[in-house]
């Protein structure tokens, strides 16, 4: 598996096109990743940016889903709705749906947020206004995400 990070700005063109910030170009291309990817709604008022590979793994682990229980049908549906494959052109950009534009509220300005082996498309001003909701103790969040570490509790306990 292979790691990417960064937040990058980006613009849509008139004709629906983004191109790929140079630094994840490198990111890519360093882990022998190609600039072939699924573009899909995000969980959030985003979209996401799979390189091809990693969208393959996660479509095999949702085709395993029952399409007779209807919890796991709906589920299977919205995954798979507007998923569109793109292969970035000769100038590194890539075309992105006016369907999927419209579901994320993709402005002309974009942030590209980058992590584990994935990217979030953003709207700007959407993202920045997510920014804000940033918690203010950002350890309390940590440690009720992550619970206390039982390796460092017993490495006090026995010093």
């Not at 075309?95 to 419209?102: M, V």
């Not at 509220?105 to 953003?122: D, H, P, R, S, T």
């Given at each position: 598996?292979?790691?990417?990070?960064?937040?990058?700005?980006a613009?849509?063109?008139?004709?629906?096109?983004?191109?790929?910030?140079?630094?994840?170009?490198?990111?890519?291309?360093?882990?022998?990743?190609?600039?072939?990817?699924?573009?899909?709604?995000?969980?959030?008022?985003?979209?996401?940016?799979?390189?091809?590979?990693?969208?393959?793994?996660?479509?095999?682990?949702?085709?395993?889903?029952?399409?007779?229980?209807?919890?796991?049908?709906?589920?299977?549906?919205?995954?798979?709705?507007?998923?569109?494959?793109?292969?970035?052109?000769?100038?590194?950009?890539?075309?992105?749906?006016?369907?999927?534009?419209?579901?994320?509220?993709?402005?002309?300005?974009?942030?590209?947020?980058?992590?584990?082996?994935?990217?979030?498309?953003?709207?700007?001003?959407?993202?920045?206004?997510?920014?804000?909701?940033?918690?203010?103790?950002?350890?309390?969040?940590?440690?009720?995400?992550?619970?206390?570490?039982?390796?460092?509790?017993?490495?006090?306990?026995t010093?």
């Amino acid at each position: 598996m292979f790691r990417i990070t960064g937040e990058y700005q980006a613009t849509i063109d008139d004709k629906g096109r983004m191109k790929l910030p140079a630094g994840l170009i490198k990111q890519f291309t360093e882990q022998g990743v190609a600039l072939n990817f699924t573009l899909n709604r995000g969980f959030d008022k985003c979209l996401m940016l799979y390189p091809k590979t990693v969208w393959d793994k996660k479509a095999s682990e949702v085709d395993t889903l029952n399409i007779y229980h209807p919890e796991q049908r709906q589920f299977l549906r919205y995954f798979y709705r507007g998923a569109t494959n793109t292969i970035a052109d000769a100038a590194d950009r890539l075309l992105i749906p006016k369907s999927l534009a419209d579901h994320a509220g993709l402005q002309k300005e974009i942030v590209l947020f980058a992590y584990l082996n994935q990217v979030e498309l953003w709207d700007a001003q959407t993202y920045y206004n997510e920014l804000a909701k940033e918690p203010t103790n950002f350890s309390d969040l940590a440690e009720k995400v992550f619970g206390r570490n039982p390796l460092a509790q017993s490495s006090i306990q026995t010093a």
